[in-house]
């Protein structure tokens, strides 16, 4: 499985083994959310500029996130319609 880190150097960015079950990853889209509520409030509420930029940087990592769910999700249905084609291939045995 190959790993989608999109930004190696950042410890707050998960790797893939860490983000493997799809709880983890849910569990995970939620935290970026939730970690965007303050900015939004101040932005969008006080008009806070400072909180504005931090909201579209969240939301660049966030587009990142969704980005890599997607392979992730495409790689498996791929994987998962080759190994069902390979056995419906095999002839059973008399």
């Known amino acids: ?22 709880s983890a990853r849910f569990h995970e889209l939620r935290r970026m959310v939730d970690a965007m509520e303050e900015d939004f409030q101040k932005f969008y509420s006080l008009g806070n500029k400072a909180a504005g930029t931090r909201v579209r940087a969240a939301m660049q990592e966030l587009k990142a996130f969704a980005q890599t769910v997607r392979t992730e999700v495409q790689e498996m249905k791929n994987d998962n319609k080759t190994a069902a084609s390979a056995s419906s291939d095999e002839v059973p045995s008399s």
Do not use: A, G, I, R
Request: hydrophobic share 20%.
């Open 1 to 22: 499985m190959e790993t989608h880190d999109t930004n190696q150097n950042d410890p707050s960015v998960p790797t893939e083994s860490v983000l493997s079950s799809p």
